[in-house]
């Protein structure tokens, strides 16, 4: 079954970045002090993107993302996200504009909350969900060395739809590596995702949905509903110097029995990443 594609990294990038900002902001200062300066983010990714066939061959889908944003020392933030399809013919690219409100607890507990206007074009495959509109809430309590996290993410467009991330990852650093200024930070986790539905079928003809509807039907699934889709598994590693850090991340998804069904394959690709921050005091 011909259905759209869902690229990997577009879902898990905001969180490998964004786990990012918040060490650096931890290693410069504890929580009580974070309230203090405020900080610009300067990012740019390449992935690759491998989409693995059941016959046994791979895709590449390689994207280029461009991430500015900017923390406000009260915990509201904006910024933006340019991201370049290099895979088809067509000229494909999309951009997103966000803001939202973060805020950390002495316990450990962290909370994000955003909007995010986003715009699509190219070809209708590579952009996944079709959406004009993004609500995010994040979740988020540190155990020692272990984080624990939720994302719950709703998504206008030409249909509406609400998807749910429960995640797990170990945090490692390793201090003054190769001077007393840098830092390797390791955090490997993983994450089941959970979603509608309703924006696989936008593309399709009357015809075409009935086809699949009774497909799925015949083989015990529900359709145009919210269900399991599929199991995360990420190992960023960073290696920083003060406000500068390169990344490479490993990024792997297997999709749930019912999306395997229609026609979505095992992803996985490495992600590189340079980013800067840049710290404002009072």
Do not use: C
Not at 83 to 95: M, V
Not at 99 to 107: C, I, L, S, T
């Amino acid at each position: 079954m011909n259905t759209k594609i869902l690229i990997l990294s577009y879902l898990i990038i905001s969180s490998i970045i964004f786990s990012a900002y918040s060490q650096n902001s931890s290693e410069e200062t504890d929580t009580t002090e974070a309230d203090n300066f405020s900080s610009l983010m300067l990012n740019v990714s390449y992935t690759n993107n491998n989409m693995e066939y059941l016959t046994g061959t791979t895709e590449k889908l390689p994207i280029m993302f461009i991430n500015g944003s900017y923390f406000h020392k009260s915990g509201v933030y904006f910024g933006g996200m340019y991201s370049k399809y290099f895979s088809d013919t067509l000229d494909s690219y999309e951009y997103d504009i966000s803001a939202g409100y973060q805020k950390y607890f002495d316990n450990g507990f962290d909370f994000d909350l955003s909007y995010t206007w986003h715009k699509y074009n190219g070809d209708s495959l590579l952009e996944g969900i079709n959406y004009n509109h993004s609500i995010d809430l994040m979740l988020g309590q540190e155990i020692g060395k272990f984080y624990i996290s939720s994302g719950v993410n709703y998504k206008l467009g030409n249909t509406n739809n609400l998807f749910l991330d429960i995640g797990l990852s170990r945090f490692f650093q390793i201090d003054g590596v190769f001077s007393e200024n840098d830092v390797l930070l390791i955090n490997p986790g993983i994450s089941a995702s959970f979603g509608s539905d309703f924006w696989l079928y936008e593309d399709m003809t009357t015809a075409e949905k009935q086809t699949t509807f009774n497909g799925l039907n015949s083989a015990g699934y529900t359709y145009e509903s919210f269900s399991y889709e599929a199991f995360n598994i990420f190992i960023p590693v960073s290696y920083g110097i003060k406000n500068v850090y390169l990344s490479a991340s490993w990024l792997y998804k297997i999709p749930g029995a019912k999306y395997d069904y229609l026609g979505w394959e095992k992803q996985s690709g490495f992600m590189f990443s340079l980013t800067y921050f840049l710290n404002f005091t009072k």
